[in-house]
């Protein structure tokens, strides 16, 4: 069966190849969105997976069923190792080709460890459903631990919690692992007190939330101080075992490690034949296209875009832009127009901070505290996917906060009681 | 410090261990419960992981929560290896003892593959939420696989789903993968159709669903007919491998193959000195202890006890109803009382099948088709743990119903596109 249309194929179902295969719905093209997750993960929420708050499935939605009614769309589970810019294809795992005329590569970052990647295991980062559901156990396992040791030196290191890095990720989380410790398990263990834990925030840089104004960034960190998170900014870590994390500050024994530190571009960036930046980014044009090859675009986190000569950040709305600018440029490509300049807008950001608090900027208005939260809370609600799990989502937080309990407290996988450091 | 009351250890937060601790919250008595898990978990409704229809959070409960009100009782998150009935102490994976005064064993069944302990990574069963998670992962590869492969024997193959057992786990199971494959993914493939899966339930007796009367399995096969199952009575399986299920009837070639046949005690049933029955468990008294050892009870699937002559079976009721028993026996033990004789009550059993349909007998009453689809559902919405859940998985299924859609089509951990029946 032959089939005139042209053949555009996105890689990453994220918030970016999302944008763009909605974009072209109406379009005569068809579409192929390749994905190695069956699930489009709603990534501002994935530390409440972590700190217990929501399920997994509460902020994951297949792909499948966001594009079900795209007649002009197909979806394929696969991993896609290599793309080959001269032959118009890319390469999937297992062996097969997909050949474009349009390529759209969506397919965002991992964390990154600055070279030392054995880091890694004592401090996993945030990206996956896999890895919020990892922090999850390590963090009730840390508890469940320093319940039944009788050592006093590890039952401290037990409640000792750190995470790495000021920046939404990191700030997030960290206040919610303090609601854990100081409000949710108060009354569940009778040989500790986990009020008594520790959490710590590092920082290398002056202030945490570095893209937002000075003084909300400071308000930001008396907000953290209240929830009694212990906030050290300029504290480079320079080390990370099983057991401690050396800091430019002395070092701190802990069990329990979250990175939120760095990210680096998906590797599949440097294959598209463009120069890449310091985070391995491939630098892209006003058209948001490659230099070289203008039938390959590169969005959302993995790219390296300008806008009214400024770097596009990458966050959410960052990544559903430029979607639907590339949907655009493939149109007047079909119509044989000209392709428009990209333009960002900054709709504002917010980031909580825990129970009733949260840092925002939206236009001219600086948010903090109560207003700042609602409104992060409403934003995020809305931009959830389908209207059952923003349902839910919004039930389970009322819950929340009413109660203060924490819905997803669940410990899957193997375990060991013991508790060495390596076998987390 | 020193503790005059009695100490009664409990192994297992499942029905029986739960209701045994909360019967327990105003004895004089302090409680240890001790679980491998820190959730205790709504195993009824464990088939809907497995389909994707709940998320594991929302039919898993942390037991520190459930007892978190309850002072005379400490959670244990722990392993027991052994149990010691002359030094009156139970051991830990890791080295330490527990003693105890009175002992509660209620750790429940493993699924038993009758000796060929080989086929169960191929045929998974259903007992706890990794369980149902690596199921959920099988069944919606299979079709993610079916997709993307050219081979029409193949894709024939993954579009195959066995279940093995008639027993109401397997008739659940089988119902609602006829619902996934005829409903809720109709419209979501390009290159398969998956209505054209065939879903195929073996049982090795004349009848599904055993213990019901006959009139009902009747129902209830043609329930399971009307959905699209595949209902084969007096087909034994004779091998299983990663393509294919060899059975008395001859061989079924199928990639996904879940397994609900038979049940063994935990291997603990036979260390607290007692006699065991072919399934492995405990034989007690009519007191549910043991009668070697009046301070160790055994209650729920690892206890054989009768009551009013015929066998107690392996249900939830008997487990709670269990637990509650026990607690009197150990306060008439305070009291220098005699100990009451175990009366098992039956309130009637319930299987569902699908949507809208499901068989039952409470009392006198005998239902099946819509009026028992609402009469489970309902019995099982009251007993779910607590208020947030009950709403939330109340509103999940709601919705499921009113959509067709199943909110928790998550596929996680790791997989390989290729498919050769050992990497599922």
Do not use: C
């Amino acid at each position: 069966m032959h089939d005139d249309r042209m053949h555009v194929v996105i890689i990453g179902g994220g918030f970016g190849g999302i944008a763009a295969a909605k974009a072209l719905a109406d379009a005569p093209v068809r579409i192929t969105l390749i994905d190695r997750r069956n699930h489009h993960l709603f990534q501002p929420l994935l530390y409440q997976v972590a700190t217990a708050g929501l399920a997994p499935a509460d902020i994951a939605h297949p792909i499948r069923s966001i594009l079900a009614d795209q007649q002009n769309a197909a979806v394929v589970l696969g991993e896609v190792t290599d793309i080959e810019p001269e032959a118009r294809s890319v390469q999937l795992v297992g062996g097969s080709d997909v050949e474009y005329d349009r390529l759209v590569v969506a397919t965002g970052t991992r964390h990154s460890y600055f070279g030392n990647d054995e880091w890694e295991q004592h401090a996993p980062g945030l990206k996956t459903v896999e890895d919020a559901i990892e922090i999850r156990r390590r963090v009730l396992l840390a508890f469940e631990r320093a319940e039944r040791t009788d050592d006093e030196d590890e039952r401290r290191e037990q409640l000792t919690f750190v995470v790495v890095g000021g920046g939404p990720t990191g700030v997030e989380t960290a206040g919610a692992i303090a609601e854990i410790a100081f409000r949710t398990l108060s009354k569940e263990f009778r040989s500790i007190d986990p009020s008594s834990a520790k959490v710590i925030l590092l920082e290398a840089a002056s202030h945490i939330l570095g893209s937002y104004p000075e003084k909300l960034s400071v308000k930001a960190a008396r907000q953290l101080d209240d929830l009694g998170v212990d906030v050290r900014t300029g504290v480079r870590v320079t080390d990370i075992d099983g057991s401690q994390v050396q800091t430019s500050d002395g070092v701190i024994a802990t069990r329990t490690v979250v990175w939120g530190a760095g990210n680096e571009a998906s590797p599949l960036a440097s294959s598209v034949g463009a120069e890449t930046d310091r985070a391995g980014r491939a630098i892209v044009g006003a058209d948001l296209a490659v230099g070289e090859h203008s039938d390959i675009f590169v969005i959302g986190d993995v790219a390296h875009a300008e806008s009214n000569g400024e770097v596009v950040p990458g966050v959410a709305q960052g990544a559903m832009q430029g979607g639907k600018h590339v949907a655009r440029a493939i149109i007047a490509d079909l119509d044989g127009a000209e392709r428009p300049v990209f333009n960002y807008r900054n709709k504002g950001e917010l980031a909580t901070i825990g129970r009733s608090s949260a840092v925002g900027v939206i236009g001219r208005f600086k948010l903090s505290g109560w207003i700042a939260w609602m409104a992060w809370w409403a934003v995020h609600i809305i931009f959830l996917i389908d209207f059952r799990k923003r349902f839910i989502v919004f039930f389970s937080w009322a819950w929340s906060y009413l109660t203060f309990q924490r819905g997803s407290r669940l410990i899957t996988g193997s375990w060991s009681p013991r508790s060495d450091g390596v076998d987390h």
